[in-house]
Nanobody, 115 residues
Framework: QVQLVESGGGLVQPGGSLRLSCAAS????????MRWYRQAPGEERELVAV????????NYADSVKGQFTISRDNAKKTVNLQMNSLKPEDTAVYYC????????WGQGTQVTVSS
């Protein structure tokens, strides 16, 4: 059914950038809002960014406003997260999420910000 597959994580130096992608399948992607979450070790999962179904509305956690940008391509059924000016505190596993009667999650992709 619903499948979400994240990619693009890795090791980056402070101040660097990464672009995460999430490939979606198994549902009508274009009519659902999509979300990015992250979870650092020992911490609760945090909602990072939300994008409306058509891509015209976005919301961000205060911690990443002006730093991250969420976008989507409904033709390709992907949602992206552009992360700039990365800081060590951005280190986490990043998850793609959709709510369709219940929450669905990708497997996560590791982002490590370290010198």
């Amino acid at each position: 059914q619903v499948q979400l597959v994240e990619s693009g994580g890795g090791l980056v130096q402070p101040g660097g950038s990464l672009r995460l992608s999430c490939a979606a399948s198994g549902f009508t992607f274009s009519i659902y809002a999509m979300r990015w979450y992250r979870q650092a070790p020992g911490e609760e999962r945090e909602l990072v960014a939300v994008i409306s179904s058509y891509g015209g509305g976005t919301n961000y956690a205060d911690s990443v406003k002006g730093q991250f940008t969420i976008s989507r391509d409904n033709a390709k059924k992907t949602v992206n997260l552009q992360m700039n000016s990365l800081k060590p505190e951005d280190t986490a596993v990043y998850y793609c999420n959709v709510y369709r009667n219940s929450d669905y999650w990708g497997q996560g992709t590791q982002v490590t910000v370290s010198s």
